[in-house]
């Protein structure tokens, strides 16, 4: 049996799932900065897990990094056993639509089977644990505002209780993983938590999703790819904000609830994009106006028009609320992928993926390298 940790939750470790993308690497720094107790780092490092998103930490005591894919269970259970965490935080998931769409197969793996995996390692941790630390285990897991559908623009926003509808191949995964945890609680006891958050934007994004893409497209002198019409409406959350609620709901939320993660922010797709422009008008002036380069294409199939959270609940029980405005946190995303031009360069041609192919190439089992200062 795992022996009871000595030290108390604050001080014990968290294990993150997936800390080198966009949302976990900011994460990461964020609760370094905010927390400040050790982080265990486990990502797969596929096209948007980027290890120079924690460059700043890689030589951090506090911070580890562990290359392995959650399908993995011998590396899950070695993770437990060695690291004994107080907390795992589970945001490890392929995330792009169109990629879901052209290849489902592998959000099925990862989202489907790799949280199934997650959770009965996790099971089988909790149940040995004794005590204090059993009391405190907590398994969140962090999902999306696409688990429920769409909404017409006289639809009130998405609240907790709203059924889910999922109308993408990334959708229905994300839904089947929020079922799979859900269960977990219900049936073995797993103290779980879910967040369903709205569309995250901030540095570190990969140029694929729609305000990076801009910038970098922008920059580049090349068309600003606009689906159908434009007028699909999102909820923007800056995801320094989203950290901040995933800390809130780690420490306060409910065992076996769900907490909606929303900006406040609805905007269209046009609008967004028409106000990058204007930013980089602004900032980084060209030869003619940003918006002079946009480029309207054939919608994607399936594609949902609107998006949009009740955040009340997270609001009322754990005093959250979203520190930056759509306007500040859309500048400073912009002047941050301005200042850091090396990034999108090493990211869009693919460099670090170079970094990880010579570094772990060959290594098979040996792959589930541990690296920490």
Not at 339 to 357: F, H, K, L, M, R
Request: net charge negative; proline share 6%.
């Amino acid at each position: 049996m795992t022996q009871p940790h000595k030290d108390s939750a604050s001080a014990a470790s968290i294990l993150v799932t997936g800390g080198c993308g966009f949302i976990g690497s900011n994460f990461v720094l964020d609760w370094l900065e905010n927390v400040g107790t050790p982080v265990v780092n486990l990502d797969s490092l596929t096209y948007a897990g980027n290890p120079e998103n924690l460059a700043s930490v890689s030589g951090d005591p506090r911070y580890t990094f562990i290359y392995g894919d959650l399908n993995d269970s011998e590396l899950l259970a070695t993770i437990f056993r060695d690291h004994h965490p107080r907390a795992v935080v589970h945001f490890a998931a392929e995330s792009h639509v169109d990629r879901s769409i052209l290849g489902p197969d592998a959000f099925l793996r990862a989202n489907i089977d790799g949280t199934f995996r997650l959770l009965q390692q996790a099971r089988a941790f909790h149940q040995s644990l004794e005590g204090f630390d059993r009391e405190h285990f907590r398994f969140l897991h962090v999902s999306t505002d696409e688990v429920y559908g769409t909404l017409t623009p006289t639809d009130p926003p998405f609240s907790e209780t709203t059924a889910y509808a999922p109308n993408s191949p990334y959708a229905a995964s994300k839904a089947a993983s929020d079922m799979l945890v859900r269960a977990w609680h219900h049936t073995y006891g797993l103290p779980t938590l879910i967040t369903n958050c709205s569309n995250n934007y901030g540095p570190l994004q990969f140029p694929e999703k729609l305000i990076p893409l801009t910038i970098s497209n922008a920059l580049a002198g090349k068309p600003l790819p606009v689906y159908g019409d434009g007028q699909q409406v999102r909820d923007w959350l800056y995801v320094r904000d989203h950290c901040s609620a995933i800390r809130a709901v780690l420490s306060l939320g409910r065992l076996g609830e769900t907490y909606n993660i929303g900006g406040n922010n609805q905007r269209a797709n046009l609008d967004v994009v028409n106000t990058l422009c204007a930013l980089l008008d602004e900032l980084k002036s060209g030869p003619k106006p940003y918006a002079e380069q946009i480029a309207f294409v054939k919608d994607r199939p399936g594609h949902d028009r609107r998006y949009a959270i009740d955040a009340r609940k997270i609001q009322s029980e754990l005093n959250w609320y979203p520190a930056e405005t759509f306007e500040t946190g859309l500048r400073s995303t912009v002047q941050w992928y301005l200042d850091n031009a090396p990034w999108i360069e090493s990211v869009t041609s693919g460099a670090y993926q170079n970094w990880v192919q010579q570094n772990y190439a060959g290594r098979g089992k040996a792959a589930r390298s541990e690296v920490s200062a």
